[in-house]
């Protein structure tokens, strides 16, 4: 997949106290394991380039995140939530490199643990309950505690998917949609009322 969003200042580290862009390449290198590579803009003011002539973005955050998958969906049993063992940005070459930093680069570092379950509501249709517990260092980005989200796919309109979720911070509502079998829509509102939204273009390769 390759997509790129325009963030919110709302739903960045207090290090962007800018609305800025990303853009990022994931790659499911196979079905339990995906890597990903994002880049987010930094703008000249922030870095102290102004007073060089640089204004405007002209630097960038890049970062690699993983998501593993140990458990699947009703695995041994049907009650059996997939469970996902993630990072992002967990590493940081600054400071002569560094794990899981307190402060400077790695901006948006954290580790976490998820468990997601598909339940039966009425008829065709289910709904997604995803529980995470994440986890960081950063002094000024704490995200540590409990993360929550619900997700529903209409069965009579499998393109749409209606996201509501609790970051251990914020509440967001979101939404993505199909188009064309291959481009994702993305909208949110964090706090309701803070707007981001992005596109993501999937490629299969088989």
Not at 164 to 185: N, Q
Request: aromatic share 18%; charged share 15%.
């Amino acid at each position: 997949m390759v997509g790129g969003n325009f963030l919110n200042k709302e739903l960045t580290p207090p290090t962007w106290y800018y609305h800025t862009y990303n853009y990022f390449l994931n790659v499911t290198v196979f079905p339990f394991l995906e890597v990903a590579y994002t880049c987010t803009l930094f703008k000249a003011e922030a870095l102290g380039l102004k007073p060089y002539g640089y204004s405007g973005f002209t630097n960038q955050d890049r970062y690699f995140s993983a998501r593993l998958r140990v458990l699947k969906e009703g695995q041994f049993w049907k009650y059996m939530p997939a469970v996902v063992l993630g990072t992002s940005d967990p590493f940081t070459s600054s400071g002569g490199g560094q794990v899981g930093t307190t402060e400077g680069n790695g901006y948006y570092s954290r580790f976490y643990i998820a468990a997601s379950k598909h339940i039966p509501v009425v008829g065709k249709e289910e709904i997604g309950v995803h529980l995470s517990y994440l986890y960081n260092n950063r002094k000024e980005y704490k995200l540590n505690g409990f993360a929550l989200g619900v997700t529903y796919n209409p069965s009579f309109h499998p393109q749409l998917r209606v996201i509501a979720e609790y970051d251990s911070k914020d509440f967001a509502l979101g939404a993505t949609y199909l188009l064309f079998k291959h481009l994702h829509v993305q909208v949110e509102m964090q706090r309701m009322k803070y707007f981001s939204g992005g596109l993501t273009y999937k490629i299969h390769l088989k």
